[in-house]
Antibody
């Protein structure tokens, strides 16, 4: 059974940093491109970043470029999102998602909540 | 950035009714359009990929159509369990984008 389990979401002050993790199981992790997608009540679903199977290609939405870094450790079946210089607008539920092969998502984690607040 | 606009934003429907949700892209995206269902307190689930291909395990009452800029998700003979928010998503170009969502309420 495919499972994606996110962790690391907490309350953090503006300007702070955070590292999200996603533990994958039930499939061959390094066969898949992985993404982070976030959701807020106000902005709905927003794609954040993707990383290809070996970490050689990464892409980001403009609003997080230069602040967020996606990475993966295939030996640990894990995906990460390093989040720096956080702003209130980064407050969201962050999902780890598996790319089926056409940049659409066949499995989603349960999400981890990041709250940026003073 | 490709903007996806769904309509309606909200619809209240009765069981067994046929429902149509549309998604319009700000520029042509071929068939790179996918549909998700999100129930309260759950993660989104893939329903339709590449405009019209049903994902494994999805009930046959869900279907998708369209290409270019105009797409449709149809739910035939609505069931109470279909109460959810539905989102479209394009994978034609980065940044990947989603529609704003359509919330279905079952009367």
């Amino acid at each position: 059974e495919v499972q994606l389990v996110e962790s690391g979401g907490v309350v953090v002050q503006p300007g702070g940093s955070l590292r999200l993790s996603c533990a994958a199981s039930g499939f061959t992790f390094d066969d898949y491109t992985m993404h982070w997608v976030r959701q807020t009540p106000g902005k709905g679903l927003e794609w954040v970043s993707l990383i290809n199977w070996n970490g050689g290609e990464t892409y980001y939405v403009d609003s997080v470029k230069g602040r967020f870094t996606i990475s993966r450790d295939n030996s640990k079946n894990s995906l990460y999102l390093q989040m720096d210089s956080l702003t209130i607008e980064d407050t969201a539920l962050y999902y780890c998602v598996r790319d089926k092969g056409g940049s659409y998502y066949d499995y989603w984690g349960q999400g981890t909540l990041v709250t940026v607040s003073s | 950035e490709i903007v996806l606009t769904q309509s309606p934003d909200f619809q209240s429907v009765t069981p067994k009714e046929k429902v149509t949700i549309t998604c319009r892209a700000s520029q042509s995206i071929g068939r790179s359009l996918h549909w998700y269902q999100q129930k309260p307190d759950q993660s989104p689930k893939l329903l339709i990929k590449s405009a019209s291909q049903s994902f494994s395990g999805v009930p046959s009452r869900f279907s998708g159509s369209g290409s270019g800029t105009d797409f449709t998700l149809t739910i035939n003979s609505l069931e109470a369990e279909d109460a959810a928010t539905y989102y479209c998503q394009q994978s034609s170009s980065l940044p990947l984008t989603f529609g704003q969502g359509t919330r279905l309420e079952i009367k």
